[in-house]
């Protein structure tokens, strides 16, 4: 089983919308993070959370939201998506200096 | 603040010919470099990263970087490229003793023609 899991894999919505994307590890990492992937714009950091009662915003936050549910669990909402919010969503915890990256989440918003 | 610089979104090599990738990164206090390979479909995984060791740096699959503080630069290189290398190769860069916040270059895109 891989060790940071995404789900959903693909979604489409439309405009306004109330959206999760959810990401659950078995790592035992205490650090997680969310990015979201453009073209040519590499991977920007939306939030990230150094334990449960931590949530840090990153530099692309505004329309995002976060929830820590437990060390194992951290989702990422979008309040009210917008076409430009269309991208691929990673999940990665980390311990130590290295990162580990879920598989995506593709995400239209129509 | 720190930064990194990928020169060049995609690159062309023939299969069996040198790979290069650029880096340059910007820091104000010594950092930790990364460069991650993403595969088609796939979230990133770590390929090698250079954490005040040695300059020069070995990675899975045959690839190498080397740190060089006065070109403050961490290129990516690999003698024969393979079919298989094909992916999006991201430098990424972390200030020593910092809170782990990973800052990634826009990526470069290797493709490998037979």
């Known amino acids: 089983d891989a060790d940071v899991t995404q789900t959903p894999r693909n979604r489409i919505t439309k405009t306004g919308k109330r959206i999760m994307l959810e990401c659950s590890q078995t790592?035992?990492?205490?650090?997680m993070y969310w990015y979201r992937q453009d073209p040519g714009l590499g991977l920007r950091l939306i939030y990230y959370?150094?334990?449960?009662?931590?949530?840090n915003k990153g530099e692309i936050s505004d329309g995002y939201s976060v929830s820590r549910q437990a060390q194992a669990k951290f989702s990422l909402s979008l309040e009210s998506a917008i076409p430009n919010q269309t991208a691929l969503y990673f999940c990665?915890?980390?311990?130590?200096?290295?990162?580990?990256f879920g598989p995506g989440t593709r995400l239209t918003v129509l | 603040a720190q930064s990194v610089t990928q020169l060049g979104s995609h690159v062309s090599v023939s299969e069996g010919a040198l790979v290069l990738l650029r880096c340059n990164y910007s820091?104000?206090?010594?950092?930790?470099l990364f460069w991650y390979v993403q595969y088609p479909n796939q979230g990133l995984q770590l390929l090698l990263k250079?954490?005040?060791?040695?300059?020069l740096v070995k990675g899975i699959n045959g690839f190498e970087a080397e740190f060089k503080k006065s070109e403050t630069s961490f290129h990516l290189t690999k003698p024969s490229a393979h079919m298989s290398d094909a992916a999006e190769y991201f430098c990424?860069?972390?200030?020593?003793?910092?809170?782990?916040?990973?800052?990634f270059g826009t990526g470069t895109k290797l493709q490998v023609i037979p």
């Open positions: 990665a915890t980390s311990v130590g200096d290295t990162q580990y």
């Open positions: 790592k035992g990492h205490d650090r």
């Open positions: 959370s150094f334990d449960v009662k931590d949530i």
């Open positions: 820091s104000s206090v010594p950092p930790y």
């Open positions: 250079y954490t005040s060791a040695a300059t």
């Open positions: 990424a860069v972390l200030l020593s003793g910092g809170y782990q916040k990973v800052t």
